[in-house]
């Protein structure tokens, strides 16, 4: 139970995990793993970037537009459905698909701002056809974290599609929570709980300026 929460709570857009980070080391570097650093990189210049201290809506809306570029919502989206996708008209599936991408974005944000002192070792990489594995680990001052992450190659670019956190794979997690509320419910309760969450992450950052982390509908 333990290392799920801990899986839960890192998943913010795991690539993200490492915006302030002391260093970075590559010891299995490709174009893969080098375009993976290359959203790290530009995620810690917009952090960074004194433009940006006192404007927090402008530099979440760049940090974010980053993300978006290297995630694939939609194969997110389907995998956290599994059998249940194929059931989903087109309209349906592009609806979860972006409630699905705002409901991370919406409870991990914050999550970029708040990491200092680590530092990611990139430890491997394995390639298999239109599949990818960047193997890292997160180094703290008291702990080290194994994050896997999973890409596909789409369109010629290589898109991050799940990560495992200590074992524990966030789209596991999140394919088990839908499974549940799908089976009491319905695919629109479903819907009307995302969006619910969603309304409150928003409303609640708007007024306090931060995001209070739960990993459930």
Not at 184 to 194: A, E, I, R, T
């Amino acid at each position: 139970m333990k290392n799920k929460i801990l899986g839960l709570r890192l998943t913010v857009v795991a690539v993200v995990l490492t915006v302030l980070l002391g260093g970075v080391s590559i010891s299995a570097a490709s174009k893969i793993t080098e375009d993976l650093k290359s959203t790290i990189d530009n995620v810690i210049a917009i952090v960074t970037n004194p433009q940006y201290k006192s404007n927090k809506s402008a530099r979440r809306a760049k940090i974010r537009q980053l993300i978006d570029a290297r995630f694939s919502y939609e194969q997110m989206g389907m995998r956290s459905l599994a059998k249940e996708w194929d059931k989903r008209s087109s309209q349906e599936k592009t609806k979860f698909v972006d409630l699905f991408g705002q409901l991370l974005e919406n409870s991990y944000a914050n999550k970029i701002e708040s990491f200092s002192d680590e530092k990611i070792n990139y430890v491997d990489e394995i390639v298999k056809g239109k599949y990818a594995m960047v193997k890292t680990q997160i180094v703290r001052k008291d702990a080290t974290i194994d994050v896997d992450y999973k890409l596909i190659r789409l369109g010629g670019e290589w898109r991050v599609y799940d990560f495992v956190i200590e074992g524990v794979s966030m789209i596991r997690n999140y394919r088990s929570q839908f499974t549940k509320i799908i089976r009491k419910d319905s695919f629109s309760g479903l819907v009307d709980k995302m969006t619910t969450k969603i309304n409150n992450l928003k409303a609640q950052e708007s007024q306090t300026g931060t995001v209070t982390e739960t990993d459930q509908l």
